[in-house]
């Protein structure tokens, strides 16, 4: 039995908003979508890892056009700098497929597929809450409305999750990612970089921490070439640094083999960003009418590659519950029951990678294969990642 007639509101027009009321209309509901920004948000061209099996669910179900362009990688290699030199040593090699997205054109393919919602820019929500009649009430400066579902799809600083989970706020980790993208062309003194590039994703590993290297789509044309370099690197930055883009530069140009520190160093040409790592989930991903969704229900460290792609879950689990319950709120309840726990998993797995990959990191210098392999299975203690297939499993 399904749900019918159904009003839902969605807080926030990103990649979980947009998610979410795709789930909403596909499961025949009239939804509107509210978005506090008025600007582009396709324009935020960051990369985005996701599993290719949940790409080809999300493709065949419509949620993404297969137009959409994606620069997918097979395999990680492990690099660090060569003892007493400037050159790259490969250590590993793992077998890690991801799909690699431009976070920008991820957003409009599903902003796309959301077309048949109400979409409301420029319009923040003031309050959430529940109004006399048991449903769910949306303020903004335009006025009240009031919905049978009221989805919080509005990121790490959620208004919505104040109502299931009051006073609850990130927990700080205690170190910073440095995330950038370049174009191809600033890689052209580099031609070993790039060639590991095109069919592999990097891990960059220094004292103190690692950086993670892509490629991903840039979506002005099509063809191999089509292609930004992505980056996050993770450190602790030694106290509060007047100029952080400078102390990433710093390190890379200390513990960097000499062609990707100076790939690092191309700050002119790069679109970067810095921000502290922290992490939280809801105790409650739904209690009816609200529900949680994306970085709203639960934020993770970003070394599982897995915020995107749970919001991405999270709008196939809701869909589903909405198509199989007789009643809203048991729809809702089904989603808290199967997203409530999945968000402190991935939390509890994110703490893990941060603990082993920056907080406690290895001498890298003295691992091999075997060691990195061994490391990774350690690490994950049974835990499931998509980018560890093999590692993760004995
Ligand atoms: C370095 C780094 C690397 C990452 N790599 C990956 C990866 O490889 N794979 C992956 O899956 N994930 C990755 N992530 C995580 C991913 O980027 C996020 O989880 C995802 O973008 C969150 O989407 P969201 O829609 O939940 O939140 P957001 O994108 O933060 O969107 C929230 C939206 O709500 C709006 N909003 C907020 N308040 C209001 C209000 N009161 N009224 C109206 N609108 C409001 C905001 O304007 C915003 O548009 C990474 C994150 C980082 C930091």
């Known amino acids: 039995m399904a749900v019918t007639g159904l009003r839902m509101g969605v807080v926030g027009g990103s990649i979980a908003g947009c998610a979410m009321a795709v789930a909403g209309i596909r499961a025949g509901a009239d939804v509107t979508v509210y978005e506090r920004s008025a600007g582009a948000l396709q324009d935020r061209g960051l990369g985005i890892a996701i599993p290719p099996a949940l790409h080809e669910r999300l493709v065949a179900t419509g949620y993404l056009g297969a137009a959409m362009p994606t620069a997918p990688a097979a395999t990680r290699v492990w690099l660090t700098r060569a003892p007493g030199g400037g050159s790259a040593r490969e250590f590993a090699r793992q077998p890690s497929a991801i799909t690699a997205c431009n976070w920008g054109l991820l957003w409009q393919a599903l902003r796309t597929a959301a077309a048949g919602a109400r979409h409301h820019r420029g319009r923040p929500v003031t ?24 989805v919080g799809a509005d990121g790490h600083r959620s208004l919505t999750r104040q109502v299931l989970a009051p006073g609850l706020r990130p927990t700080p980790a205690g170190y910073t990612v440095w995330r950038g993208t370049l174009p191809l062309s600033a890689l052209a003194d580099h031609p070993r970089p790039l060639e590991l590039l095109r069919g592999a994703w990097v891990t960059l590993g220094f004292p103190g921490g690692h950086g993670i290297f892509y490629l991903i789509p840039r979506g002005d044309g099509s063809g191999p070439d089509d292609r930004l370099l992505a980056y996050a690197i993770y450190a602790t930055p030694p106290g509060r640094t007047p100029d952080e883009a400078g102390y990433v ?7 960097f083999p000499d062609a990707w520190a100076d790939i690092v160093a191309r700050g002119e040409y790069a679109a970067t960003t810095c921000h502290p790592v922290a992490d939280l989930h809801a105790p409650l991903a739904a209690d009816p009418p609200f529900l949680l969704a994306g970085d709203a229900a639960g934020v993770t460290r970003p070394h599982t590659a897995s915020g995107a792609v749970k919001a991405l879950q999270d709008a196939l689990c809701l869909e589903e519950a909405l198509r199989s319950s007789p009643s809203a709120a ?3 309840r089904h989603y808290a029951r199967e997203r409530t726990p999945e968000a402190a998993r991935l939390v509890e797995l994110g703490r893990r990678l941060g603990r082993a990959q920056v907080e406690r990191a290895p001498d890298w210098a003295a691992m091999d294969q075997r060691a990195v392999d061994a490391w ?12 560890y297939t093999e590692a993760g499993t004995d």
């Open 127 to 150: 309050s959430v809450g529940r109004a006399p009649s048991g449903r769910a009430a949306v303020r903004t400066a335009q006025g009240e409305e009031t919905y049978d579902v009221v």
């Open 249 to 255: 530069r710093h390190l890379a140009e200390e513990h």
């Open 330 to 332: 048991d729809a809702l």
């Open 376 to 387: 990774c299975r350690a690490t994950l203690a049974g835990a499931s990642s998509y980018l």
